[in-house]
């Protein structure tokens, strides 16, 4: 229940706090008073938008708070704990707007942005206005109330799930198709490719290796005849390198006792015989390992042609960014078939969930139709009490294709004289008519679900008399399961309160304020009579005013 509201520097309201408490709460107040300002603040704090043009001071922010106490089993403490907000025996919302326009929410101190306020706030109030009946008209709205008379939240919650995976695998499903028709489109050329690559056979490094032996064939005899004269200078000719070393190492040999360093140098000049003489015995291998096989030359070319196409085909320039790609292709065919498999795996899913989804919203349409014989009934014995005597309500059930709701599609059909001329709810029914047919459903629902504090902003609008009173009457029951909280303009309804609260204007050094306050027995009766008699209403007024307080 809603037990503290606190509103600070609100349009025409600087400051006001007041308590509320179980059963049934009036609030009342001349046209003017500020009636719709109170609802605007408690819509604050409810989760509504607003800007800076709600501060009444420029200088200082705007302040809305509201303290709930849940019930034991309340939805509130599990999205608390959820939140990993701390939870305590009250709950306290609040709403603060700076003078830049900009907004910041708080529950139990914690800030929470808007979306987590509304949340939390729908567990908490029903909060009902006069354009709020045009809601009847909705098919979430009639599905609601269908669905609050079978028990169908567990029932529904489940479809949901089902539902929303059937169709989050059926979207998946048409993308892999998607995907799977470019890989057919793709594979042919891709397979091409790839046999190309495995017919070819390349080694890591082949074609490198190929061009320099290749090269080193064709140019053969140029590469004999050049080791054959380097061959030649070092060991034959009129005067061969090596002799001519081994002379200087003998000569060395002879006067090395004759000087310190020359032993040294006979080292030196030994090894680098020694490392000559290697070398011209491997060129001299190399002149014999060199043949001139034309055959061969032809089969290599053919290879390297075959290599150097591919390289050019595919823009790279090395055998092993050939062998990367064909390992990419191979990659790619086998994704082609991995793909077919996610298709027929997908689409075991999507059944499974079809399936699941249909099952369960023929247990859905069942349960909704056992109670709509019962709804009409109840909703034409209320409305004959509220002053619409020939009112009925009819509800039609009939199938569609799946959809959020299951497999039906509901509407409120509506004949307000008898005349069994059933037509749309929104397109025959009046304004007057919406808010009491609301208030009954609202009435009727109350005792088959945990609902929050129901709050009713004019909802009595075009009524008087006895439809009044028994407006006033339906509110009162309903208060004995719920917090109820009434704006009325209607004496009837103020006078079945349980708490009766005032909203009036007050003059004083800031200007002309709204305030609120807490009436006691005497000044209600004062209230309703001036509701009834106008601003001096007389002793006879002010009796029935009595009596009806009385009850």
Not at 224 to 237: A, D, H, N
Not at 487 to 505: C, E, G
């Amino acid at each position: 229940m809603l037990q503290h509201l606190s509103i600070r520097n609100y349009a025409i309201i600087r400051e006001v706090d007041f308590d509320l408490k179980n059963g049934f709460n009036i609030i009342t107040g001349e046209t003017g008073a500020g009636k719709s300002i109170v609802v605007g603040a408690l819509g604050l704090v409810l989760g509504d938008r607003a800007d800076s043009s709600v501060l009444a001071d420029k200088s200082t922010k705007c302040l809305v708070e509201a303290h709930f106490r849940p019930s034991v089993h309340d939805e509130t403490r599990s999205l608390l704990q959820l939140w990993e907000i701390e939870t305590d025996d009250v709950v306290i919302l609040r709403r603060e707007i700076g003078n830049n326009g900009k907004s910041r929410a708080f529950v139990n101190d914690t800030p929470v942005n808007l979306a987590q306020l509304r949340q939390i706030s729908d567990l908490l109030v029903d909060m009902h206005q006069q354009f709020d009946s045009m809601e009847l008209g909705e098919n979430r709205t009639q599905f609601h109330v269908l669905d609050a008379l079978a028990g169908n939240a567990k029932k529904l919650q489940d479809y949901d799930s089902h539902f929303k995976a059937w169709q989050e695998a059926s979207q998946a499903l048409d993308g892999l198709r998607r995907l799977q028709e470019n890989d057919l489109r793709e594979s042919d050329y891709i397979r091409f490719l790839t046999e190309e690559l495995n017919d070819l056979g390349l080694q890591e490094g082949e074609l490198e290796a190929l061009e320099s032996q290749l090269g080193l064939l064709e140019h053969a005899e140029e590469v004999r005849r050049s080791i054959s004269g380097m061959v030649m200078g070092f060991k034959e000719g009129d005067r061969p390198i090596l002799p001519q070393i081994k002379s200087m190492i003998n000569g060395l040999m002879t006067i090395s006792k004759y000087h310190v360093s020359i032993p040294a140098l006979l080292e030196r000049t030994q090894s680098s015989f020694l490392e000559l003489q290697d070398i011209v015995n491997e060129i001299d291998h190399i002149q014999n390992s060199i043949n001139t096989d034309e055959a061969k030359v032809i089969l290599l070319r053919e290879r390297l042609d075959q290599g150097n196409r591919l390289l050019r085909k595919h823009g790279v320039r090395s055998t092993g960014e050939l062998l990367g790609i064909q390992r990419s292709l191979g990659e790619k065919i086998l994704s082609f078939q991995n793909r077919s498999e996610d298709v027929k795996a997908m689409e075991k899913t999507v059944e499974l969930h079809r399936v699941k989804s249909i099952e369960l919203a023929s247990e859905l349409t069942v349960r909704r139709q056992a109670e709509i014989g019962a709804l009409e009934e109840k909703v034409a014995t209320l409305l004959k009490q509220v002053g619409m005597p020939s009112a009925r309500l009819k509800v039609e059930l009939s199938a569609s294709t799946l959809n959020a709701w299951g497999s039906d599609r509901v509407e409120f059909l509506f004949d307000a004289n008898r005349n069994d001329r059933f037509e749309p709810i929104q397109r025959i029914a009046s304004g007057g008519e919406l808010s009491r047919l609301m208030l009954v459903l609202k009435s009727i629902l109350a005792g088959k679900q945990e609902m929050p504090t129901l709050i009713f902003d004019e909802i009595d609008s075009g009524i008087s008399g006895e439809a009044a009173r028994q407006v006033g009457l339906l509110m009162k029951e309903l208060s004995s399961r719920h917090q109820v909280i009434s704006i009325t303009h209607q004496p009837q309804i103020a006078a079945r309160a349980d708490s009766h609260y005032l909203i009036y204007k007050k003059e004083n050094s800031f200007g002309i304020e709204t305030q609120i306050r807490k009436l006691d027995e005497e000044e209600r009766v004062d209230v309703i009579a001036r509701m009834m008699g106008g601003e001096k209403p007389t002793a006879i007024v002010l009796e029935n005013a009595r009596e009806m307080v009385r009850g």
